[in-house]
């Protein structure tokens, strides 16, 4: 592994990646007004939206589309719309929302006998976006050239994901360890998000935000000695490392005369992060921050243990949003938090004078997703003062950027060949006087993650 931001590089550096010395103020950067549009397009036609087509696309939860013959529901991702159903057989089509004869929504479609009709004037597609019968011209049933677009869809796990480019060139689905495990030993959940799908991931890379946003959690805990210190230490040092996946990410915090305290979490390219928690019973967790378009995003909390289903007390505390990645949902189905943008997240203003919660907002994902939605639906990155603690940050814009680049250039772009998406976010103390990539390594060979964890592949079932 290599580093991708080396902080010493970083400063005075013209890397078209990296963001520029703010003059004035030591240490500080910020990222250009072209980096920034690069960032924040996910449309067809933009560099980065085109990079992103190249991946699996979670789109939905199986639960929207039920059973077989299920009606259509609207699907919007990377600023492109989409009706999802599902056949007779139980096969799943996603087709691009607008029916090619006038453009009637598909949404208003009826599913019988396995395919979309349109109800304007009856043109009726089956899951591959074939027009199957065109009542209005009868003869052009069948033909190629009306196809309506439909997009490779993968179905597993509960959920339902969709190459959004050429489906005759989709590559493998990812090799999520989530997929692997039976039913029992899994949970997804969705929500709906207004804000840019990056700045809703950053929370996730950003350890200097714990001590803070989260503080009554480290609090609560406060006892426990290296909990005290992530209290203390609020300026980590972040260390990102290139991966086959994406970027490791490392927080160093120094615990003693010759000790270090090391979080690592991860950005699995290109939109899903691994975070640390602490995680006695092993479950794994894992977000995916889908772009929905420019301004909201589609977040999906996946849960999981490698080797157990999981208890009855995990899952009702998960689907209450009781974790630390699932908020707690409107019970209408609209799958959006009850905490929302709307009501000011119910913040808690008594509460926040007493510091519990501390921030006002009461649960710990309802709390990133106040601040990352309190910065408006998509910030301006150029008006960011970037300091030390933003390298992880930094790191996966970076990555993003170099994306974007090299698909333009026709290479090929990071974790796109199916690789294997297990990867261990784990806590531990070392010796500083050792690289911690030696104190993380041992602890892969001594099974001190969770099984399954810590190499691809391991522990499946
Ligand atoms: S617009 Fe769909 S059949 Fe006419
Ligand atoms: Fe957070």
Known sequence: MTAVIDPAVTAGSTDPL????????????????????????????????????????PALLSEEIPGPDAPPVRVRLLGEDF?????SS????????HCNHRGASLYLGRVADGVVQCVY??????????????????????????????????????????FLGDPDNAPPPPDLGFLCVPDGARYAAKRVQPCHWLQALEADT???????????????????RLTGIMLEQTDPELVADTTEYGLMLAALRPSGADAEYVRINHWLAPWYTVVPASNPAGLIG?????????????????????TRDLTAGER??????????????????????????????????AGQALGAPWSGVVGNQEQDDAITSSMGTAYDRTRENLVGTDDAVIAVRAALLGMARDHAAGLPTVGTAGLGFDVPSVFFEHDRTADFRDGLAERYRDGQVPAGAGQKGAGRR
């Open 18 to 57: 990296l963001p520029a010395p703010v003059p004035g103020a030591p240490g500080v950067r910020r990222f250009s007004v072209q980096q920034h549009e690069v960032l924040a397009a996910v449309g067809p036609g933009t560099p980065l939206g085109e990079a992103l087509r190249n991946y699996w696309v």
């Open 83 to 87: 009706v999802a159903f599902r056949d």
């Open 90 to 97: 139980g096969r799943v089509g996603v087709l691009a929302e």
């Open 121 to 162: 004037h009856g043109w009726t597609f089956d899951v591959d976006g074939r027009c199957v019968q065109a009542p209005t011209c009868p003869a052009l049933a069948g033909t190629e050239s009306l196809r309506q677009r439909a997009c490779a869809v993968h179905e597993a796990g509960g959920l339902v994901m969709v």
């Open 206 to 224: 950003d350890s200097a935000h714990v001590a803070y946003l989260h503080r009554e959690d480290l609090l609560a805990g406060a006892a426990d």
């Open 286 to 306: 894992l977000h995916a921050w889908v772009p929905v378009d420019d301004h909201h995003s589609l977040i999906f909390g996946l849960m999981w243990h490698p």
């Open 316 to 349: 009702a505390a998960m689907m209450q949003g009781r974790t630390g990645i699932f908020p707690e949902l409107l019970p209408d189905g609209s799958y959006r938090a009850r905490r929302h943008p709307g009501n000011d997240f119910l913040i808690d203003r």
